[in-house]
């Protein structure tokens, strides 16, 4: 699907969807509980489709209550042999623990980008937790067989945090102890969403400087209402849109969340940005924007609202942590550079780990999403300050994470 995206300003209030890091880690917990939950404020993006269908097929018993509110009767009882994450990662890397701690075969499967991108991180530690477990060259489709019964294990940490989220959830679940030792782990506001989600449903986890857990085996989840926040990646979005276009006003977000893109402020502010902190709102409001430098290496879901920011910033921004960029629903670094490229931005990839972005006029083109939903609003934010019209192909990707955005970005048009 195509979308022409016209130049214009805007000014408005947005409600960004729930989180869908926090929504697929409550389900899970759900799943894990013996007794009845209440999940509050979610909606339903793709990736959180993906994580409902899991805990379904898993076992729990899920019944809408509402709009926004599932009712769930956790039950770690496998109904088939085949879990289908769809395109979602966070869904693979902590579906696949999960299900490990079921003594009968289960496969693992998805779709499009997800087929593309590194599970190898998974397989040996796995093993050394005593599941039986099969893959494709270190990608899906996998097979696991457990129960996964605790002990020592070391994970490497440097590509990604939701692999060792989906340990966190599942080990307390085992029958051992287990101490997790974690190499260069990156996302750490990540991992703390994970303890929070599992404090919540009564686990206890103790860690130290995010490189060693332990983890008390033979654990019971204890049902939760649990309400789940706005999501800050979405705000992240809105609020780089106000501070390029005009004024947004993002509800339902907390600068207490444990959410990494929380920081987008910081950006905003080192970018000259106006930023208004109330209690469950965020407002960001046009000022001139001059250049800025940002190390996005522990919150990457940004750099795409980074890169619009620093599109509309006078002089050349520095975005560093480009190495978790690879393996997204497309090389982000490349996509970023070779769209922005179209709308006559300069972007600079050829220093290790390190994007320049030269802010100027944006002009009117065609771009591709490269069926990203990050990069797809990214240009659609940064074509408002085009001289003309912006073409986003494949901007049907945003449904992953934000399905009404475009909706949305019609609504505070001015």
């Known amino acids: 699907m195509d979308r022409t995206i016209l130049p214009g300003r805007v000014k408005g209030a947005l409600t960004p969807p729930c989180s869908k890091s926090y929504a697929q880690r409550a389900l899970a917990a759900a799943l894990l509980s013996e007794g009845i939950s209440h999940l509050r404020n979610i909606e339903f993006c793709n990736d959180t489709r993906s994580a409902l269908r899991c805990i379904e097929t898993l076992g729990a018993e899920v019944r809408q209550e509402d709009a926004a509110t599932l009712v769930i009767r956790g039950g770690l009882r496998p109904r088939g042999d085949r879990l289908h994450v769809g395109e979602s990662g966070l869904a693979t890397r902590l579906f696949t623990p999960v299900a490990a701690l079921c003594d009968t075969p289960i496969r693992i499967e998805g779709e499009g980008s997800i087929l593309d991108r590194p599970m190898q991180m998974m397989i040996e530690p796995l093993r050394s937790l005593g599941v039986e477990i099969s893959d494709t060259k270190g990608h899906l ?24 989220t989906g340990l966190l959830l599942s080990l307390p679940r085992a029958a051992e102890d287990t101490t997790l030792y974690v190499r260069r782990a990156v996302s750490t506001p990540y991992l703390d969403m994970t303890l929070d989600t599992a404090e919540r449903f009564g686990i206890e986890i103790s860690q130290r400087d995010y490189e060693e857990f332990y983890i008390p085996g033979g654990q019971h989840y204890e049902a939760a209402d649990f309400a789940i926040e706005g999501d800050w990646s979405a705000a992240a979005m809105l609020l780089v849109l106000g501070a390029t276009a005009g004024e ?17 402020c910081t950006a905003l502010a080192r970018a000259g940005a106006a930023v208004i902190h109330e209690r469950d709102t965020v407002t960001a409001a046009h000022r001139p924007l001059h250049a800025f430098e940002f190390d996005a290496t522990n919150c990457p879901d940004l750099f795409p609202a ?48 390190v994007m320049k972005i030269r802010g100027g006029a944006v002009r009117s083109a ?18 408002l300050r085009a001289d003309g019209a912006v073409t986003v192909r494949g901007a049907e990707s945003v449904a992953k994470s934000y399905p009404e955005f475009f909706k949305a970005l019609e609504q505070v048009r001015i």
């Not at 097979?143 to 692999?163: L, N």
């Not at 065609?366 to 074509?383: F, G, K, P, W, Y």
């Open 306 to 353: 980074l890169a619009a920011l620093a599109a509309a910033a006078d002089g050349v921004s520095i975005l560093h942590g480009t190495s978790r960029l690879t393996y997204k629903e497309c090389n982000r670094a490349e996509a970023i550079r070779d769209e922005y490229a179209r709308l006559g931005i300069e972007v600079d990839t050829s220093e290790e780990n």
């Open 141 to 164: 489709p996998i097979r696991v067989r457990g129960p996964i019964r605790g002990g020592e294990v070391t994970v490497d940490g440097s590509v990604s945090s939701q692999f060792i």
């Open 366 to 383: 065609c771009v591709q999403s490269h069926n990203d939903h990050r990069m797809a609003m990214s240009l659609a934010v940064a074509a």
């Open 248 to 264: 947004i006003t993002v509800r339902n977000v907390s600068m207490l969340s444990k959410q990494a893109d929380t920081v987008i």
